[in-house]
Every structure is written in C-alpha cells, then in structure tokens.
C-alpha cells in the first residue's frame, strides 16, 4: 500500500505531491514500482492548521478521480475519518476505506457497507484525529490493541461491510509511545491470530527514529527491519513511502518462509 | 495544620531514566533540579512525606506501594514485588528513594473533578508533582497555543511569590484547553497551607524543552 499524500504538510513528503498533478505523478510512479493498493490522504495525522470537508475533498477529489481513469485495476484506498468525505470518494471510484484514527465516526463503516467498500480498522488509541499522544499508559497494550481491533472489526460486519474487505491495523504511534509500538511489531503476531488480515503502517515514523535517533529522512532502513519482522509474524498489508525497497523486503520474507519461490534459480543448479 | 515545606516537582515521565532510555542524559538538569528541591525539602526531618500527584480517579495509597511504568512499556529491573501507585504518584516515589527517603510516605491522587484536599500536619513534607500546559511549541503533545507561555508564566510567579491563594485564581476551563495536568495539585497545596504564609519561596527551574511547562520550586511555611 502506497502512501500518496495530497497534503502541503505531511511529516516526510512535506508537500512535495500536494496538488492533483503532482500526487497523480506520484500514483504513476508508485503503481509503476508496483505498489498493489494506492493510500490517497488529504489531511496530515499531526496536529496543524484547519483542514475543513470542503478543502479534504478539493485536495483528494480529484486525485481519486484521476488515479481510477489512469489505473482502473489498482486498489484506491482513502484516508479519511469523516464519513461524508469517505462517501463522495467511494463514488468516484475509491475501493478502500483507511479509517486510520480507529473508528471516531461510527458511520464510516455504513458508507463502506453502502459502496462494498473495503475498510481499513485502526486502533488510534481512542485519540480526536490529529492529535498527539501524551503520557499514555497502557496495562497491556497488545492485548488492548487486539480486543479494540477485533471489536471494530465485528462491528464493520454488523453494518455490513463485506468481510473480505475488512482488515485490522494497530497504528503504531497513534495513541502510543516509541514502547509501545515496539510492542505492536513484537507481537504481530497476536494479531494475526485474529483472523483477521493485519496492515502495518510502519513507514518513517517515530517509534523508528526513536529507536536509532535518526530524523524521517534517515529512517528507511529502521523502517525496513519493522517491515521484514512484522512479515515475518504474518502481517500482509504494509503501507509504505518507499515502494521499491519495501517491496524488495516483503518478496525476501516471504521467500524464507516459503511463501515464494526464487526468481532466478540458477546457482549451483546449472 | 501546615506542612514544613513544599516540594513542586514535574510530572513528566521521561524524569526516570529508563524510561527516557539513550536521551536521559539530556534532561539531567531537570533531574538534578528535582532531586535537590526534594533532598532540601527532606532536610526539614519530617515524620512523614505526602506525595500527591493529578490522576484520573482520586485516592490514596500507603508505603506498602511503589513505583511502575510498565505501562509506558517499560519493565522495572529488578523487579519489585509491591503493588504499584498511579504512575504520577510514581514520579513521586521515585525521586523519594533516589533521595534515600526511609521515614514514612503516603501518595494521595487528585482527580480534575474532585474538591481539592490534602490533610498535613506540621511535621509534613509535601512532594506535589505537577505540570503547566501541554501547549507551548509546535511539537508539543496538545501543538503550540499562543496563551500557553503567559499561563505557565502566571503560575512561575505564584511559585516564586509563595502566593497559595494565587491557585485559586487558575483559569480552569482556559487550564484544560492547554492540557495542564496541574491544577488540582496545586489548588490541594492551597488547601493544605490553609491560608497560612510562605515563609520563603524559590523557584528552582521554569522550562518547556518539549512543549510542557516544567517547573521546580520550593515552599517552606
């Protein structure tokens, strides 16, 4: 899953694909580089300046409508919390919902249902979107991740989002600390046992470059070790600034696992 | 009754070395600051140190408990067999034993809904943990709002005035908007001075190197 942000302000991009010509580059480049799933997002997770309905959907809009004319097999997913916003993407063609604050509006799983919508459920650690932890605590935040996610995930059901279309995230670093999200990756697995499929949105963040006390622009390797264990323990959805290396990754584990044969089998064989 | 002196003291985790990890060392002079204003505040040989801290749901706890974070993911080596406090009691109990506090201790919680409460007596230290606002950089945990530093200030001027009454005077609706945690400790230290007069005030530090208000400061009655 491609991260394509349609924002002037996101911690990594910062802008640089803000506007729809220049974000639809950016879907050419990461479906080129054969990214399965395109995450389009209109509004950054920090905190900042106002972001209204009206101006996410003059961001994101025309980035849907674009990408589904020029990709019309790539999976476009949003990433939105607001239902109304989520509703008039679903009808220019978006396939996924990525609810990536966990659920703040409980109808966003109605529009998905309506659209046969995939819906990505996050567990943001019960934070308004587009704010930052503070002192967090959990007493298990593994166990807590996982009862949060699956409830979320039934509910979706309930409302009729069709089940193959349901996946589960434990957003590493909303709601939580660097630990905690060291946790998450751990115990992926926990997840996984869900049933349920699990994306990782792993790409750049905090947890990493607390972790080696490096700034987003020197994060990838961090992120590409996160990448490779949480593939490891059966993660399956990853979503990602760096398609390429990620990629490259996620076709190594799964080759240990035995999930994937070599593409060239030639050493030692001829 | 009185207490002998006031310790104020931040209410900030990453005070605990393992739990700021590699970066501890950056904040050791708030650490020091912390430490000094409560060995000074212990130099009074009281019967018994009361710690109290803003937690979600009031109450109090004996000596029996101890420090945890484990729920900021961090495992407590050795470990310690007691029950654990409410980790901003915590913070409290921490500083105590890296005093080398042995006499008696309590911990009593405040919640933001609570009437504010702190019985004392004269032999009483008190150890409050308390922060400003939440809101007074960019990167801050509640983003920059212009009126946090003025607000952080405000209180800085209480503390070095030794004004108790001064507590009651905190905007509360304005206090919640910048995520300040303190106000409920500070307002039970107003209750327990019990309108009596600070002797001698002094304000150790007043920072916000990650968006917080800090502040170590000392009350002696």
Known sequence: MAIVNATPDSFFDKGRTYGTDAALERVDEVVAAGADIVDIGGVKA????????????RRVLPVVEGARVRHPDVVLSVDTWRAEVADVLCRAGADVINDS?????????????????????????????????HRVWYDDVV??????????????????VRRDGIVIDPAHDFGKNSRHSLLLTRHTDALVDTGWPVLVALSRKDFVGEVLDLAPDDRLEGTLAATAIAAWLGARIFRAHDVTATQRVLRLVAAVRGDRDLAVGRRALA | MTPTVVAFVPSAPLLVPPVAG?????????????????????????????VVAAISTAGSWDDGHTWD??????RRRPADERPSLPWPLGIGA???????????????????????????????????????????????PGHLDPRAEEFDDAIADVLTGGDAAGFADIDQPLARELLCSGVPVWQSVAVAAGGSAVARAELLTHVAPYGVGYFVALWWF
């Open chain 1, 143 to 160: 166990a807590e991740t996982t009862s949060y996610l699956v409830d979320l995930a039934e509910l979706a059901a309930a409302a009729g």
């Open chain 2, 22 to 50: 590699g970066s501890a060392s950056l904040d050791n002079d708030l650490r020091l600051a912390c430490l000094d204003a409560v060995s000074r505040a212990l130099e009074s040989d009281p019967d018994e140190v009361v």
């Open chain 2, 69 to 74: 974070f484990a729920g900021f993911g961090v």
């Open chain 1, 46 to 57: 920090a905190p900042g300046g106002d972001v209204d309905t009206a101006e996410e959907l």
């Open chain 1, 101 to 133: 604050w966990g659920g703040v509006d409980p109808t966003l799983a109605d529009v998905a249902a309506a659209h046969g919508a995939g819906l990505v459920c996050t567990h943001a650690g019960r934070q308004s979107p587009r704010t930052r932890p």
């Open chain 2, 94 to 140: 921490w500083l105590l034993d890296e005093c080398g506090w042995s006499g008696g201790r309590r911990y009593v919680g405040v919640g933001d809904d609570d009437e504010p409460a702190l019985e004392v007596t004269d032999r009483s230290v008190v150890v409050a943990v308390a922060d400003g606002t939440a809101c007074r950089t960019e990167r801050a």
